[in-house]
């Protein structure tokens, strides 16, 4: 029986009575990838936000390894640092490389990992760049250092949005890499929000699709590709849905 | 004297007396110093904080709030404008021995001087800074809480990325201090060798009509600024490249 990392009940978040995203029941086990796939403005980015506890649920519960965190400034500071997003536009700081990834070391107070910075640095290929400012990076080279920034907290769950959105192909299957190996290296918690399905299936070991808000279906990754329940997702992976 | 012989022997005066170390000048320079280095300490530390908590601190959804916001930074704004003989006469009557303070016996004091310069300059100095912290991308914020920083760590970081601007604000703060004669006059009295400061220095030596003294105290003026301006711009870094 997997442990259960994430439970939500009814979870609602809506903006001036319009619902953004609705998710009926959801349980996200440890140490398994999760994609969440749908159209643009499906709410996929607000789910990832409720589950980084950055904005609170408008109703419905969430619970963190059992602890209810529904509201973003209740969640004492421990429980917060289990997770991290990678955001789809991460914003570096103006400082170099090395201290960009260093950033939550610093917040953390842990004092002396330069040899996690080296290692993070060089599983994403960004070592010999180390003392480049971050802002003269390309866009796949931003993602990277992204990715080693919240890699080298080791948290629980790493939240994915979009991580290898507009880039070519060669960043594209270096993250992807990465995703896998952090994951079976680390026993992270991966939650990966992507439109691309073929990613989705790829990477996840089980894949949600959301639609205006609302979850339609998850499952196994092989079985929801091979035997959806719901026609929308039927239609949603044959790329016949207009959206 | 025509003007250009003036500028001529200031100039010289100038030189000489800094070379030389000419105890009244080294007096009135140390003084400025002092005096305007501390106004500026007093106001970076409240006005840095003051600004970024303005920038980055909503007071609420509702139109109050929303009113009363903008009232508070229209405000601040007034102040970057207030007249700094106003902000003397106010000192004045806090600390003339009827005043509220006035047992505290700071008027013609180098203290009196600092708190009416801290006064004049923080409106700027916090003014700036908002503006500068507002300037900053807001979803900056969220991906650092995301990574595990708490408000007061995120603030810090907010206003090391908005250090450009911050800096700017810091420099005008100083520039309104350094260059301020009415309030330091005012609450100062100009008083040699206790309060006489470069600015009112200059004025004090125009009127005797000592024109090349009093533009050698000008021209010491210029120099501290520049110099301050100058390191003020290391630590602007390398945006400025």
Redesign the interface.
């Known amino acids: 029986m997997p442990t259960t990392v994430y439970l939500l009940d009814d979870v609602m978040k809506s903006y001036d009575s319009r619902v953004v995203c609705h998710i009926g029941h959801l349980e996200i086990y440890k140490g398994e990838i999760l994609g969440i796939m749908g159209p643009s403005g499906a709410g996929k980015s607000t789910l990832l ?1 409720m589950l ?1 506890f ?1 904005e609170p649920t408008t109703s419905g519960t969430i619970r963190f390894n059992g602890l209810s965190v529904n509201g973003n400034g209740s969640v004492p ?1 421990d429980v ?2 289990k ?3 990678v ?1 789809q ?3 570096l ?2 400082t170099s490389v090395k201290g960009n990834v260093a ?2 070391l610093w ?2 107070g842990q004092k002396g990992g330069g040899c996690l910075l080296e290692q993070a640095l060089e599983r994403v290929g960004l070592d010999h760049l180390s003392k480049a ?1 971050a802002q003269t990076l390309s866009g796949g080279e931003k993602r990277r250092v992204a990715l080693a ?2 890699m080298v ?1 080791a948290p629980e769950v790493l939240l994915l949005d979009e991580p290898s959105a507009n880039l070519d192909p060669y960043n594209v299957s270096l993250i992807e890499d990465l995703v896998t190996s952090i994951n079976r290296e680390q026993g992270t918690t991966i939650i990966l929000v992507t439109h691309n399905v073929f990613q989705a299936r790829r990477l996840s070991q089980r894949v949600m699709l959301m639609l205006e808000g609302r979850m339609v279906e998850v499952g196994e990754t092989e079985r929801l590709f091979t035997q959806p329940q719901d026609p929308r997702t039927l239609s949603f992976i044959r790329g016949e849905m207009v959206y | 004297m025509a003007a250009i012989e003036i500028l001529w022997q200031a100039l010289v005066q100038a030189l000489h007396s800094l070379f030389t170390g000419a105890p009244v000048v080294r007096e009135i320079v140390s003084l400025s110093l002092r005096v305007s280095g501390l106004a500026l300490l007093l106001t970076t530390a409240i006005g840095i904080p003051a600004g970024a908590w303005l920038g980055l601190h909503r007071f609420g959804e509702s139109l109050v709030a929303r009113l009363g916001r903008r009232l508070f930074i229209a405000f601040l704004y007034t102040g970057m404008g207030f007249p700094p003989v106003v902000v003397g006469l106010l000192v004045y009557l806090m600390l003339s021995r009827t005043g509220p303070v006035g047992w505290l016996g700071w008027l013609y004091s180098p203290q009196a001087i600092v708190i009416a310069q801290t006064i004049i300059a923080f409106p700027v100095v916090a003014g700036f800074t908002m503006a500068a912290v507002t300037g900053v ?1 807001p ?2 914020r ?2 650092l ?6 408000n007061w ?1 995120a603030t810090i ?1 907010i206003i ?2 908005a250090r450009f601007g911050v800096t700017v604000a810091v420099i005008a703060g100083f520039g309104s201090i350094i260059s301020e004669v009415g309030a330091a006059m005012m609450v100062g009295g100009n008083i040699t060798g206790h309060t006489r400061v470069l600015t009112t220095g200059i004025v004090e030596l125009t009127r005797m009509g000592l024109f090349a003294d009093a533009m050698a105290l000008g021209i010491v003026l210029l120099s501290i600024t520049l110099v301050i301006n100058l390191m003020m711009q290391q630590l602007q870094g ?2 400025l490249d």
């Open positions: 936000r980084n950055l500071m917060r640092r997770v991290t997003t955001f536009e991460p914003m700081l103006s950033y939550g917040l953390r400012r920034r919240a907290v | 991308n979803e900056l969220q991906q809480r995301s990574l595990g920083a708490t760590q970081t090391k990325e390398r945006a």
